[in-house]
Every structure is written in structure tokens, then in C-alpha cells.
């Protein structure tokens, strides 16, 4: 009774999430979404690979001559403009 999904009951699922949540925001959810995919990627493969290098690492006390690790920074999607850094304008030195 449930396992059986046809092309008409997908279509109504469809028109159903248009009449819901618009077109208008449909690809803004969607670029969100993917954005979301990408940073928790990012973060479980930082992740496995800390878990790695510390498994390479000796038991033993730390040794004074190591520097602590570098923190991670998220990088952005390429025309991502929502996370960008705001730019300072250059400013109006001539008199009128």
C-alpha cells in the first residue's frame, strides 16, 4: 500500500512543495542545502584526518619544540556572496 509511488503520485508531492514553500524559494533552500552538504563534508573529512594524525601520535608527553595545530577556517563557495568579509570603501579626500 505505501511501497508504491507512481509518476502521479510524485507529481502531486511536487505541486504540493510548490504551493507550500513558493518557486521564488525553492532554489534558495536548495543552494542552501548544498551548502550545508558541503561544510559538514568538510568537517567529517577534518575530522577522520584528526583522528588519523593523533592515532600517528606518540603517547608520550608533548615535547616543548611543537607548535599547537592551526585552527580551520570553512571556505566559501565560489560566488558565495552571503559570507564574504565586508570591504572598506575608499573614502572622498578631495574638497569640493
Do not use: H
Not at 504540493?16 to 551548502?35: E, T
Amino acid at each position: 500500500m505505501f511501497g508504491r509511488l507512481g509518476a502521479p503520485e510524485i507529481i502531486l508531492i511536487l505541486v504540493v512543495i510548490i504551493l507550500l514553500f513558493g518557486a521564488k524559494k525553492l532554489p534558495d533552500m536548495a543552494r542552501s542545502l548544498g551548502k550545508s552538504a558541503r561544510i559538514l563534508k568538510s568537517e567529517a573529512k577534518a575530522m577522520k584526518s584528526e583522528g588519523q594524525d593523533n592515532a600517528a601520535a606518540p603517547a608520550g608527553p608533548p615535547s616543548t619544540d611543537e607548535q599547537p595545530p592551526a585552527q580551520r577556517t570553512i571556505q566559501a563557495a565560489p560566488g558565495d556572496v552571503t559570507s564574504s568579509r565586508p570591504v572598506t570603501e575608499p573614502t572622498d579626500t578631495t574638497k569640493r
